[in-house]
Nanobody
Framework: QVQVVESGGGLVQSGASLTLNCTMS????????MGWFRQAAGKKREHVAT????????YYADSVKGRSTIARNNRKNMMVLQIDSVKPEDTAVYYC???????????????WGQGTQVIVSA
């Protein structure tokens, strides 16, 4: 059974850096493009960052562009997202997603993690 598990959320002070990790229990991790999405209270799930299977194509949402880095390690079945200079508006539940055959979207993925809560204090 494939599992996607996020870690690294919690309470973060405004202006600090946040690192989120995602692991996936699958035989061939590189078969999947991966992504991070987030959902704030009362809002729809939105794209944060996505990365292709080999890491050659990376896309960031405008809201985090320039202060975020997404990366993956296919040998360790891991993906990481770092957001620098976090803001209160970064507060949300962050989800890791995997999709085979294309980049995942806010409502388009083969597998989703359970989510990890991030709260940015002002």
């Amino acid at each position: 059974q494939v599992q996607v598990v996020e870690s690294g959320g919690g309470l973060v002070q405004s202006g600090a850096s946040l690192t989120l990790n995602c692991t996936m229990s699958v035989d061939i991790f590189s078969d999947y493009a991966m992504g991070w999405f987030r959902q704030a209270a009362g809002k729809k799930r939105e794209h944060v960052a996505t990365i292709s299977w080999a890491g050659g194509h990376i896309y960031y949402a405008d809201s985090v562009k320039g202060r975020s880095t997404i990366a993956r390690n296919n040998r360790k079945n891991m993906m990481v997202l770092q957001i620098d200079s976090v803001k209160p508006e970064d507060t949300a539940v962050y989800y890791c997603a995997a999709r085979r055959g294309g980049l995942p979207g806010p409502r388009l993925a083969d597998y989703w993690g359970q989510g990890t809560q991030v709260i940015v204090s002002a």
